[in-house]
Each structure stands twice: as structure tokens, then as C-alpha cells.
């Protein structure tokens, strides 16, 4: 089964930057939506950004114009650019990557892989 590892998390200040990278240990090109999910101390975990087979990107409200998402099927990777961190941003980032089925017709449907989580964390 393919796995995902993710690197780049760290710790910065108010206003810092940090890439996060996700490698599949095979070819993502099979997967439809790979992406990135938080989950902060104490709260459920959140979808942070998305990107399609197609290049189709999706952000949620709070990182839009923040966060770049990007993935390069040739070195099994994607990618989340994080720009102007804010202590809110706190979190375990999760990394993960969806079927077609997965993705267009729900959770029970297809294939979805996790990673086992980076951690970012943004002092004031």
C-alpha cells in the first residue's frame, strides 16, 4: 500500500513561512485529490487546501490568499506553501491523497491515505 511522509513542519513566528512536503512511497497519479487536513490541540480535524488531477485547487476560507497547494506527480509530491503564519495556524498538519470515488462520492467509496502528521506551530 502506498504511503505518504510528510517533512517540513517547524516552529516560526507571527508573519513566518514554512513549506510542507508530502512523498508517497509510489505514483500519485492514480490519485484523484491529494491535500492537506489540520487538527489543532483540542479540535477535530480540518481540511486545509486540495489540489486535482486536473490542477483544481480548493483552500479553506482562513488560508485563501495565505497558502499555496501544489503537487508534482513526477516526484510523487505535493506540496503546501505556508505564507503570513498566524498562531491560529497551529497545528498537526495531515497529509493526505483520495480516489475519484473516494472524492466524488463519499468516504466509504475508494481509496484514502493519511500520513501520520507534521506539526507546525506559530508564536505571536
Not at 508530502?22 to 491529494?34: D, K, L
Not at 488560508?63 to 506540496?79: A, L, M, P, Q
Amino acid at each position: 500500500q502506498v504511503q505518504l511522509m510528510e517533512s517540513g513542519g517547524g516552529q516560526v513566528h507571527t508573519g513566518g513561512s514554512l513549506r510542507l512536503s508530502c512523498s508517497a512511497s509510489a505514483s500519485t497519479s492514480s490519485f484523484y485529490a491529494m491535500g492537506w487536513y489540520r487538527q489543532a490541540a483540542g479540535k477535530q480535524r480540518e481540511f486545509v487546501a486540495d489540489i486535482n488531477n486536473g490542477g483544481g485547487r480548493n483552500y479553506t476560507d482562513s488560508v485563501k490568499g495565505r497558502f499555496t497547494v501544489s503537487r508534482d506527480n513526477g516526484e510523487n509530491t505535493v506540496y503546501l506553501e505556508m505564507n503570513s503564519l498566524k498562531p491560529g495556524d497551529t497545528a498537526v498538519y495531515f497529509c493526505n491523497a483520495r480516489s475519484r470515488a473516494n472524492y466524488l462520492y463519499g468516504r466509504a467509496y475508494g481509496l484514502e491515505l493519511w500520513g501520520k502528521g507534521t506539526p507546525v506551530t506559530v508564536t505571536s
